[in-house]
């Protein structure tokens, strides 16, 4: 049985995700970053969420200039598109980094805030998270609909709300550690709707029922739980992605 050379075809997504003529300086300037960062945290005192986020900024110049050739070439709502991509993949990359700190180095879970510590607190969380599905309610109400697209939203949504459940809980600690004049204290970490005391393992109407012992939802640690929401997003954002180029490629070929 031969396979169709179509069964081969270059998923349309490639050519959004492609660098064209910023790969050579992008890949030059990524390497230089990443050695300089390397050079930076083992030979002087700068930390690592500074020698990351210096890294980062060098490699900026390249990715503007491969955004607007995807505004020139496909529209501003592929370019947001690309934009996203490129950010939520980040934001992954940051989850793996804390998952392997604390389940490959042993790190403790206060210490395992991945590669920019300083940007791993609530605020950041929630506003990110925010910002993320507003940009896929913008892109769904663009054109990146369909099964995909939907699923992404679906998830986006709960993710955000458990962020929203989240920064309630810190302000509800925070102002009662205030009460008792502790003022120096973030209660950064606490449990959302899921995981090892969070809302599913420990609210009254669940308790008695499977639903309090589910392994995995009330059980994993707050590192797992993001992980694997992010894991999951970024698994529903890249054939959304994928979509949307392929109807996007099928206009431009008949217009």
């Known amino acids: 049985?031969?396979?169709?050379?179509?069964?081969?075809?270059?998923?349309?997504?490639?050519?959004?995700?492609?660098?064209?003529?910023?790969?050579?300086?992008?890949?030059?300037?990524?390497?230089?970053?990443c050695?300089?960062?390397?050079?930076a945290v083992t030979r002087t005192p700068i930390p690592l969420w500074q020698a990351t986020?210096?890294?980062?900024?060098?490699?900026?110049?390249?990715?503007?200039?491969?955004?607007?050739?995807?505004?020139?070439?496909?529209?501003?709502?592929?370019?947001?598109?690309s934009i996203?991509?490129?950010l939520q993949g980040f934001h992954t990359v940051e989850h793996i980094a804390q998952w392997v700190q604390y389940h490959m180095l042993r790190w403790p879970s206060f210490v395992s805030n991945g590669l920019i510590s300083a940007a791993n607190s609530e605020w950041v969380h929630f506003v990110w998270n925010w910002g993320f599905?507003?940009?896929?309610?913008?892109?769904?109400?663009?054109?990146?609909?369909?099964w995909w697209g939907w699923l992404l939203l679906g998830v986006a949504t709960f993710h955000t709300l458990e962020h929203t459940y989240?920064?309630?809980?810190?302000?509800?600690?925070?102002?009662?550690?205030g009460a008792l004049g502790i003022t120096d204290l973030q209660p950064?970490?606490?449990?959302?709707?899921?995981?090892?005391?969070?809302?599913?393992?420990?609210?009254?109407?669940?308790?008695n029922t499977f639903l309090c012992r589910f392994p995995g939802l009330t059980t994993a640690p707050r590192i797992d739980v993001h992980f694997w929401w992010n894991i999951i997003e970024m698994a529903f954002l890249?054939?959304?992605?994928?979509?949307?180029?392929?109807?996007?490629?099928v206009t431009q070929d008949v217009a």
Do not use: H
């Open 1 to 33: 049985m031969t396979l169709s050379l179509r069964s081969f075809r270059r998923p349309p997504l490639i050519d959004l995700l492609d660098l064209r003529s910023q790969a050579a300086p992008f890949v030059m300037l990524l390497t230089a970053g």
């Open 35 to 39: 050695a300089g960062s390397i050079i």
């Open 53 to 81: 986020v210096g890294a980062l900024l060098l490699i900026l110049p390249p990715l503007v200039l491969k955004w607007r050739d995807d505004a020139r070439r496909y529209g501003v709502t592929a370019m947001a598109l």
């Open 84 to 86: 996203l991509l490129a």
């Open 133 to 146: 599905l507003i940009v896929c309610v913008c892109l769904v109400r663009a054109s990146m609909r369909g």
């Open 166 to 177: 989240l920064m309630w809980r810190f302000q509800v600690t925070l102002r009662e550690l």
């Open 188 to 207: 950064q970490g606490l449990p959302g709707f899921f995981g090892r005391d969070g809302w599913l393992a420990t609210a009254d109407i669940t308790q």
């Open 238 to 249: 890249l054939p959304a992605a994928n979509s949307f180029m392929r109807r996007l490629k």
